[in-house]
Nanobody
Framework: QVQLVESGGGLVQAGGSLRLSCAASGRSFSSYAMGWLRQAPGKEREFVATISWSGALTAYADSVKGRFTISRDNAKNTVYLELNSLKPEDTAVYYC????????????????WGQGTQVTVSS
């Protein structure tokens, strides 16, 4: 099991950028696929991006493809999400999550979750 702590959220204007970080502690971080998911007010939690344990494979939601980039540094037990060209509809709490298996876009397959970090995009 891994423990996850997100950071880097904040308030940004539309068109701006942010970089979210997720620090992991616990066993065998490099054996976990990692994901970023988000939940906007009044909406269900949704998949944003995922990366395989090696970092070789990634996948993105259509809504963020070309604007967001997920990466990881297994030596630092950290996964990142670079958010560019932000839109007001990107406003949400962003969660880092870990899945002990291959990368997945399915929210329900993530076993470990962080507490979330708020991203607010003003128009």
């Amino acid at each position: 099991q891994v423990q996850l702590v997100e950071s880097g959220g904040g308030l940004v204007q539309a068109g701006g950028s942010l970089r979210l970080s997720c620090a992991a502690s616990g066993r065998s971080f490099s054996s976990y696929a990692m994901g970023w998911l988000r939940q906007a007010p009044g909406k269900e939690r949704e998949f944003v991006a995922t990366i395989s344990w090696s970092g070789a494979l990634t996948a993105y939601a259509d809504s963020v493809k070309g604007r967001f980039t997920i990466s990881r540094d297994n030596a630092k037990n950290t996964v990142y999400l670079e958010l560019n060209s932000l839109k007001p509809e990107d406003t949400a709490v962003y969660y880092c999550a870990a899945h002990h298996g291959p990368l997945t876009t399915r929210t329900g397959e993530y076993e470990n979750w962080g507490q979330g970090t708020q991203v607010t995009v003003s128009s």
